[in-house]
Nanobody, 124 residues
Framework: QVQLLESGGGLVQAGGSLRLSCTFSTRTYGIGTMAWFRQPPGKEREFLTLINYSGDSTYYADSVEGRFTISRDNAKNTIYLQMASLKPEDTAVYYC?????????????????WGQGTQVTVSS
């Protein structure tokens, strides 16, 4: 069973930055693409960004393109989400997700494992 653990959330002022981390357990055989999603208050969970296994292919939702950067360090079993120029509308619970395989899906159903989420609050 793969376990994912997010960290790095918190309260930040608009215009500020945060870096989220997601560490996955050692039983990672077959883990390929990983992604970040978020769920704003009262809204559905939405796709933000994904990264392939080797880290050389990424994709971003329009809402975060140019402000957020995904990266991964397979030696540390960790992916990151560097968030800059944060806005109040970025307030949400942020989730990392892992897929068994190498597809580049942007839907929740493309991912097999999920973290418990970390809260990010951006004040105006």
């Amino acid at each position: 069973q793969v376990q994912l653990l997010e960290s790095g959330g918190g309260l930040v002022q608009a215009g500020g930055s945060l870096r989220l981390s997601c560490t996955f357990s050692t039983r990672t055989y077959g883990i390929g693409t990983m992604a970040w999603f978020r769920q704003p208050p009262g809204k559905e969970r939405e796709f933000l960004t994904l990264i392939n296994y080797s880290g050389d292919s990424t994709y971003y939702a329009d809402s975060v393109e140019g402000r957020f950067t995904i990266s991964r360090d397979n030696a540390k079993n960790t992916i990151y989400l560097q968030m800059a120029s944060l806005k109040p509308e970025d307030t949400a619970v942020y989730y990392c997700a892992a897929a068994l395989g190498y597809g580049l899906g942007q839907t929740q159903s493309a991912y097999n494992y999920w973290g418990q989420g970390t809260q990010v609050t951006v004040s105006s």
